[in-house]
């Protein structure tokens, strides 16, 4: 409480009322305050380690609202990247949040991310800090601290967002797996199962596109055939192989349910074409055989 004191520079009275207190009914100065205080969600970053909590939630009600080690990994994180300024320790802390930020359940990864948006909001001026050493060292510096702690959650945010991209949404293939694997990896083996698929689906278009005017220059040869030969129509029927119209109406059964997947898989392409783009960062070999495969391929 004397930390937070010290520290938060807003002209509001605070109020400190723990979910633990003994008593359960506010005094008459905190009823006071509690009168002009507005219901924004605060966030309060601590160096100092209280009650095994170094991020305070700070409501309407209170403000030593104890918050969850997701919170307490989001101050490492920060304190790796903008306090220490060490880049290895952070990449380590982020993975380890993620870790436990993919196994939330859908309720609780909204309310932790609609309390970090209340903290974020205005340029992160919701959010204070403990001027200390190990944390910001000087309030000159509290600007530059929200700032960064923008673009650590931005990224934090983005990675959730891709994973439900991939996971929940079911828009992952095997050329968006071997990216994943890959990438900032120097294992590139994986490429050889991309390649393969890519070939293989590249090979059976192009044996598709080939195989139908030869087909269609057979049937022309046929209607020659029988249009100068005097064979009757009886005859003709005689000598056609009952099994060519079974094949004939398998073939157009087939293009038809084709060309409908083909439409199903395209559209959807084009719905996630920003996601996609946002998934690869940059424009790869991985991508652009994506775009053949899942859009281009499809249309033929």
Same mark, same amino acid.
């Given at each position: 409480?004397?930390?937070?004191?010290?520290?938060?520079?807003?002209?509001?009275?605070?109020?400190?009322?723990?979910?633990?207190?003994?008593?359960?009914?506010?005094?008459?100065?905190?009823? %006071?305050?509690?009168?002009?205080?507005?219901?924004?969600?605060?966030?309060?970053?601590?160096?100092?380690?209280?009650?095994?909590?170094?991020?305070?939630?700070?409501?309407?009600?209170?403000?030593?609202?104890?918050?969850?080690?997701?919170?307490?990994?989001?101050?490492?994180?920060?304190? *790796?990247?903008?306090?220490?300024?060490?880049?290895?320790? *952070? #990449?380590?802390?982020?993975?380890?949040?993620?870790?436990?930020?993919?196994?939330?359940?859908?309720?609780? @990864?909204?309310?932790?991310?609609?309390?970090?948006?209340?903290?974020?909001?205005?340029?992160? *001026?919701?959010?204070?800090?403990?001027?200390?050493?190990?944390?910001?060292?000087?309030?000159?510096?509290?600007?530059?601290?929200?700032?960064?702690?923008?673009?650590?959650?931005?990224?934090?945010?983005? #990675?959730?967002?891709?994973?439900?991209?991939?996971?929940?949404?079911?828009?992952?293939?095997?050329?968006? %797996?071997?990216?994943?694997?890959?990438?900032?990896?120097?294992?590139?083996?994986? %490429?050889?199962?991309?390649?393969?698929?890519?070939?293989?689906?590249?090979?059976?278009?192009?044996?598709? /596109?080939?195989?139908?005017?030869?087909?269609?220059?057979?049937?022309?040869?046929?209607? %020659?055939?029988?249009?100068?030969?005097?064979?009757?129509?009886?005859?003709?029927?005689?000598?056609?192989?009952?099994?060519?119209?079974?094949?004939?109406?398998?073939?157009?059964?087939?293009?038809?349910?084709?060309?409908?997947?083909?439409?199903?898989?395209?559209?959807?392409?084009?719905?996630?074409?920003?996601?996609?783009?946002?998934? @690869?960062?940059?424009?790869?070999?991985?991508?652009?055989?994506?775009?053949?495969?899942? /859009?281009?391929?499809?249309?033929?």
């Amino acid at each position: 409480e004397s930390i937070m004191t010290e520290n938060l520079s807003e002209n509001k009275p605070l109020v400190f009322l723990r979910e633990d207190d003994e008593r359960d009914l506010y005094t008459k100065e905190e009823m %006071l305050s509690l009168s002009e205080r507005d219901f924004h969600t605060r966030l309060f970053i601590s160096s100092a380690v209280y009650r095994n909590n170094c991020v305070w939630i700070r409501n309407h009600h209170t403000d030593i609202v104890a918050s969850s080690s997701n919170f307490t990994y989001i101050r490492d994180y920060f304190k *790796a990247a903008f306090s220490t300024e060490n880049h290895t320790a *952070a #990449k380590t802390t982020l993975t380890a949040e993620l870790t436990k930020w993919f196994d939330l359940d859908d309720p609780e @990864y909204y309310t932790y991310a609609t309390t970090l948006a209340s903290g974020l909001s205005s340029e992160a *001026a919701n959010t204070s800090f403990q001027i200390h050493e190990a944390m910001v060292k000087s309030p000159d510096d509290v600007r530059a601290a929200r700032r960064t702690l923008i673009m650590l959650l931005d990224i934090l945010f983005s #990675k959730c967002h891709l994973k439900k991209f991939l996971h929940k949404e079911s828009n992952a293939n095997i050329y968006r %797996l071997v990216h994943c694997a890959t990438k900032h990896r120097k294992n590139k083996f994986p %490429l050889i199962y991309a390649t393969f698929s890519f070939l293989l689906q590249l090979t059976l278009t192009i044996f598709v /596109v080939l195989e139908i005017p030869n087909r269609t220059l057979r049937n022309i040869i046929k209607d %020659l055939v029988y249009s100068n030969s005097n064979i009757g129509d009886a005859d003709v029927d005689e000598h056609e192989d009952p099994r060519t119209l079974f094949r004939a109406t398998s073939m157009y059964v087939l293009a038809i349910l084709t060309g409908v997947y083909s439409v199903m898989v395209t559209s959807n392409e084009f719905v996630v074409f920003p996601n996609v783009c946002r998934f @690869y960062g940059k424009i790869c070999v991985l991508q652009l055989i994506d775009i053949i495969v899942n /859009v281009v391929l499809p249309c033929i």
